[in-house]
Protein backbone atom coordinates (compact mmCIF):
# COMPACT_ATOMS: atom_id res chain seq x y z
CA UNK A 1 0.00 0.00 0.00
CA UNK A 2 1.56 3.57 -0.82
CA UNK A 3 0.05 6.62 1.05
CA UNK A 4 0.43 9.84 -0.58
CA UNK A 5 0.32 12.88 2.07
CA UNK A 6 -0.27 16.24 0.53
CA UNK A 7 0.52 19.87 2.27
CA UNK A 8 0.84 23.41 1.42
CA UNK A 9 -2.60 24.60 1.03
CA UNK A 10 -4.26 27.18 1.40
CA UNK A 11 -5.85 31.42 1.08
CA UNK A 12 -3.87 33.81 -1.26
CA UNK A 13 -4.88 36.60 -3.11
CA UNK A 14 -5.15 36.50 -6.74
CA UNK A 15 -1.43 37.09 -7.90
CA UNK A 16 -0.21 35.61 -5.61
CA UNK A 17 1.94 32.15 -4.73
CA UNK A 18 1.27 28.84 -3.42
CA UNK A 19 3.72 25.78 -2.56
CA UNK A 20 2.51 22.10 -2.46
CA UNK A 21 3.81 19.20 -1.03
CA UNK A 22 3.37 15.97 -2.09
CA UNK A 23 5.19 12.72 0.27
CA UNK A 24 4.97 9.18 -0.92
CA UNK A 25 5.44 6.19 0.95
CA UNK A 26 5.46 2.36 0.01
CA UNK A 27 5.95 0.98 -2.77
CA UNK A 28 8.79 3.85 -3.65
CA UNK A 29 11.28 1.56 -5.27
CA UNK A 30 8.65 0.66 -8.35
CA UNK A 31 8.42 2.28 -11.30
CA UNK A 32 6.05 4.79 -11.22
CA UNK A 33 5.28 8.84 -12.01
CA UNK A 34 3.40 11.55 -10.07
CA UNK A 35 0.93 13.52 -10.85
CA UNK A 36 -1.14 16.80 -9.62
CA UNK A 37 -4.56 16.72 -10.20
CA UNK A 38 -7.67 19.60 -9.10
CA UNK A 39 -11.79 19.24 -8.82
CA UNK A 40 -13.37 22.63 -8.26
CA UNK A 41 -17.16 22.30 -6.73
CA UNK A 42 -19.32 21.04 -8.79
CA UNK A 43 -16.68 20.66 -12.04
CA UNK A 44 -15.09 17.35 -12.69
CA UNK A 45 -10.97 16.51 -11.66
CA UNK A 46 -9.04 18.01 -14.44
CA UNK A 47 -5.34 17.10 -14.59
CA UNK A 48 -2.84 19.71 -13.92
CA UNK A 49 0.79 18.32 -14.05
CA UNK A 50 3.00 15.50 -14.58
CA UNK A 51 6.57 14.64 -13.30
CA UNK A 52 7.93 11.60 -14.81
CA UNK A 53 11.24 9.85 -12.99
CA UNK A 54 14.14 11.58 -15.27
CA UNK A 55 12.29 14.46 -14.76
CA UNK A 56 10.61 15.51 -17.40
CA UNK A 57 7.27 17.47 -16.62
CA UNK A 58 4.14 18.34 -18.72
CA UNK A 59 1.92 21.02 -17.70
CA UNK A 60 -2.03 21.95 -18.82
CA UNK A 61 -2.23 24.69 -20.67
CA UNK A 62 -4.37 26.52 -18.13
CA UNK A 63 -1.70 26.18 -15.58
CA UNK A 64 1.64 26.43 -18.20
CA UNK A 65 3.96 29.46 -17.80
CA UNK A 66 2.41 29.60 -13.80
CA UNK A 67 3.09 27.03 -12.18
CA UNK A 68 6.19 24.28 -12.16
CA UNK A 69 6.39 20.63 -10.91
CA UNK A 70 9.84 19.48 -8.88
CA UNK A 71 10.83 16.42 -7.43
CA UNK A 72 13.08 15.29 -4.50
CA UNK A 73 13.90 11.40 -5.27
CA UNK A 74 15.34 10.88 -1.80
CA UNK A 75 12.67 12.32 0.05
CA UNK A 76 10.31 10.48 -2.80
CA UNK A 77 8.24 14.22 -2.73
CA UNK A 78 6.72 16.42 -5.40
CA UNK A 79 5.96 19.77 -5.23
CA UNK A 80 3.82 22.10 -7.44
CA UNK A 81 4.68 26.13 -7.32
CA UNK A 82 1.51 27.90 -7.99
CA UNK A 83 2.56 31.73 -8.34
CA UNK A 84 0.34 34.66 -10.33
CA UNK A 85 -2.49 32.71 -8.83
CA UNK A 86 -6.18 33.19 -10.59
CA UNK A 87 -9.67 32.76 -8.75
CA UNK A 88 -10.01 30.19 -11.41
CA UNK A 89 -7.00 28.00 -10.03
CA UNK A 90 -9.39 27.90 -6.73
CA UNK A 91 -10.01 23.83 -6.04
CA UNK A 92 -9.28 20.91 -4.53
CA UNK A 93 -5.61 19.90 -5.14
CA UNK A 94 -4.77 16.06 -5.42
CA UNK A 95 -1.39 14.80 -5.77
CA UNK A 96 -1.06 10.71 -7.21
CA UNK A 97 1.15 8.13 -8.14
CA UNK A 98 0.62 6.37 -11.64
CA UNK A 99 2.09 2.85 -11.72
CA UNK A 100 2.36 1.13 -15.22
CA UNK A 101 1.84 -2.00 -16.40
CA UNK A 102 5.20 -3.15 -16.94
CA UNK A 103 7.47 -2.96 -13.55
CA UNK A 104 10.61 -4.88 -12.35
CA UNK A 105 9.94 -6.62 -9.30
CA UNK A 106 6.79 -8.65 -9.15
CA UNK A 107 5.29 -6.81 -5.56
CA UNK A 108 4.76 -3.63 -7.32
CA UNK A 109 1.48 -2.40 -8.54
CA UNK A 110 1.15 -2.27 -11.94
CA UNK A 111 -1.87 -0.61 -14.15
CA UNK A 112 -2.83 1.74 -10.74
CA UNK A 113 -2.78 5.29 -9.58
CA UNK A 114 -3.00 5.88 -5.93
CA UNK A 115 -3.97 9.12 -4.56
CA UNK A 116 -3.40 11.40 -1.86
CA UNK A 117 -6.40 13.00 0.27
CA UNK A 118 -6.21 16.56 -1.31
CA UNK A 119 -5.21 20.04 0.04
CA UNK A 120 -7.70 23.05 -0.26
CA UNK A 121 -6.40 26.21 -2.66
CA UNK A 122 -8.40 28.93 -2.55
CA UNK A 123 -7.69 32.57 -4.46
CA UNK A 124 -9.81 35.64 -4.14
CA UNK A 125 -9.85 38.45 -6.70
Known amino acids: QMELVESGGGSVQAGGSLRLSCVAS????????MRWHRQAPNKEREFVSR???????TYAESVKGRFTTSQDKSKNSMYLQMNSLKPEDTAMYYC???????????????????WGQGTQVTVSS
Open 96 to 114: SAFFPVSQEYKWCPADYTY
Open 26 to 33: GFTICKYN
Open 51 to 57: IDSDGTT
